[in-house]
Each structure stands twice: as C-alpha cells, then as structure tokens.
C-alpha cells in the first residue's frame, strides 16, 4: 500500500505527468512486496515550492508505506525517483526532497490492514 505524491513549482504536462505515473509505478517495486498495482500517485505542480531560498525547479515527493522497508531500498528508491525527476520534469537531484514514512495502520475497501 504505497502512496507517492509529488509537488514541484513547476507546470507538469499531459504527457509528463504521464511519465512520471508509469516510472513511479517501476520503481515502487524496488521496495520489497511493493508494486504498482498498490500504488495511488498525486500530482501536485504550479505550487509555490522554495528551496534554499530559490524558485528555481525543485520538488518534493512525499512517499508513504504500509509497513517497513530496509534502509538500502530507501537508498534505491531515492536514486531512482530523483533520475525520475530530472528525467521526466528536468529537475535535478540536488533540488529533489524525499521524505517516508513507514505506516502501521492503513485503511481500504472499508477494513484496516
């Protein structure tokens, strides 16, 4: 049950916005028992995002789990979703956050995991 959901200051187009759903979705599966199947992505772009003191290109991708994953998949997953960035929304890595957050309750189809 991962959510990923993306801000930037930047304008995001059809078509990249399209790229970034089908990447992120790939690269999910680097956290063990992930997959895109589970996955639910929010596009937020245009937003009023400063980073060190600049407007400049930057974005933050706020990633949530349904329980735990080892700290080398979070260093997989951070190379891969910054490559992501500045691949598909020309943003780079050095102006790229990513927060997780590791969840113990989870609700869907009207229960909790």
Same mark, same amino acid.
């Given at each position: 049950?991962?959510?990923?959901?993306?801000?930037?200051?930047?304008?995001?187009?059809?078509?990249?916005?399209?790229?970034?759903?089908?990447?992120?979705?790939?690269?999910?599966?680097?956290?063990?028992?992930?997959?895109?199947?589970?996955?639910?992505? @929010?596009?937020? /772009?245009? &937003? =009023? +995002?400063w980073?060190?003191?600049?407007?400049?290109? #930057?974005?933050? !991708?706020?990633?949530?789990?349904?329980?735990?994953? @080892?700290?080398? /998949?979070? &260093? =997989? +997953?951070?190379?891969?979703?910054?490559?992501?960035? #500045?691949?598909? !929304?020309?943003?780079p890595?050095?102006?790229?956050?990513?927060?997780?957050?590791?969840?113990?309750?989870?609700?869907?189809?009207?229960?909790?995991?």
């Open positions: 049950m991962p959510f990923i959901h993306v801000k930037t200051n930047q304008k995001i187009t059809a078509a990249q916005e399209q790229a970034l759903k089908t990447q992120l979705g790939e690269a999910i599966a680097l956290i063990p028992g992930k997959t895109e199947r589970w996955l639910m992505v @929010q596009v937020e /772009d245009g &937003d =009023r +995002l980073f060190a003191g600049s407007n400049a290109p #930057a974005a933050l !991708l706020e990633v949530q789990l349904f329980g735990r994953a @080892q700290p080398k /998949d979070y &260093d =997989r +997953l951070t190379a891969k979703l910054t490559r992501i960035t #500045a691949d598909a !929304l020309q943003i890595a050095d102006r790229v956050y990513i927060p997780y957050a590791e969840l113990t309750q989870w609700g869907w189809n009207s229960e909790n995991f």
